[in-house]
Nanobody
Framework: QVQVVESGGGLVQAGGSLRLSCTAS????????MGWFRQAPGKEREGVSC????????LYADSVKGRFTISRDNAKNTLYLQLNSLKPEDTAMYYC????????????????????WGQGTQVTVSS
């Protein structure tokens, strides 16, 4: 059974930083593309970033480019998202997800490609 667990969310002032972590068990972590998504109140869930199975390729939403950094440690089965220069509009529930297909990659961050989801960690940015 695959389990995905996020942590690291919290309340931070605008301009501040947070680091989110995600651990995944029950799957061979290093084989799977991993992604971060977020959902703000009243809005649809959107893709934030993803990283290839080996960590050598990344994608970012335009809204977070230059501010967020995704990384992974395959030895620890852990995914990270460093959030810098946070803005109030970054306030959302952040979800970690694993691709449904080993070794998969795409040029577009599509929610439908991801099969295994965590429960989310809340990030709140005050102005």
């Amino acid at each position: 059974q695959v389990q995905v667990v996020e942590s690291g969310g919290g309340l931070v002032q605008a301009g501040g930083s947070l680091r989110l972590s995600c651990t995944a068990s029950g799957l061979t972590f290093y084989r799977y593309r991993m992604g971060w998504f977020r959902q703000a109140p009243g809005k649809e869930r959107e893709g934030v970033s993803c990283v290839s199975s080996g960590g050598d390729r990344t994608l970012y939403a335009d809204s977070v480019k230059g501010r967020f950094t995704i990384s992974r440690d395959n030895a620890k089965n852990t995914l990270y998202l460093q959030l810098n220069s946070l803005k109030p509009e970054d306030t959302a529930m952040y979800y970690c997800a694993a691709d449904r297909t080993p070794w998969n990659w795409g040029s577009y961050l599509s929610e439908g490609d991801f099969a295994y989801w965590g429960q989310g960690t809340q990030v709140t940015v005050s102005s």
